[in-house]
C-alpha cells in the first residue's frame, strides 16, 4: 500500500465461505481493518468486505458491504470485478486493487503476499 506494510489473514474455507481479516498500517499507526469473505453464490464465487477505522467505526453503512463477482479465472488468476488474485508462487501472490471513487477509477493498487509461518512478533 503507499503508506505502509498490509497485513492479510485467511481462515480455510467451510461451509462455501472463507473469511478473511486486513490491517492495513503505516510507519506509525493503523490506517484500516477490512472483514472480507470470499463466498460461493450460485455456481460462481464473489468477494465481500467490509471496511473498519482504527476505532472499529464503519466505512459503509450497517447493513452496506462492498459486493465483487467472479468475472474470469484462470489457472493462476481469479478476476473479480475490480480486484484481481494473481498467484505467483506456492507461497506468494499479488493483489490488483482497482481504486475507485464512486463510478470514477482513479487508479490500480498492487499488493503483494508472501505467506509466512508465524507473524515475526510472535517469533
Avoid: C
Amino acid at each position: 500500500m503507499p503508506d505502509g506494510p498490509v497485513e492479510q489473514f485467511n481462515l480455510s474455507p467451510m461451509f462455501g465461505q472463507m473469511p478473511g481479516f486486513v490491517r492495513a498500517v503505516s510507519s506509525k499507526n493503523v490506517i484500516f481493518y477490512e472483514i472480507g469473505l470470499i463466498t460461493e453464490v450460485g455456481a460462481s464465487l464473489s468477494v465481500r468486505v467490509k471496511h473498519f477505522t482504527p476505532e472499529l467505526e464503519g466505512w459503509e453503512a450497517r447493513e452496506v458491504y462492498i459486493d465483487r463477482p467472479l468475472v474470469a479465472r484462470d489457472s493462476t488468476n481469479l478476476y473479480f470485478d475490480g480486484i484481481t488474485y494473481s498467484r505467483t508462487g506456492p507461497d506468494t501472490y499479488v493483489v490488483y486493487f482497482l481504486n475507485r471513487s464512486g463510478t470514477q477509477e482513479r487508479n490500480t493498487l498492487v499488493i503483494p503476499f508472501k505467506r509466512v509461518a508465524r507473524l515475526p512478533s510472535q517469533q
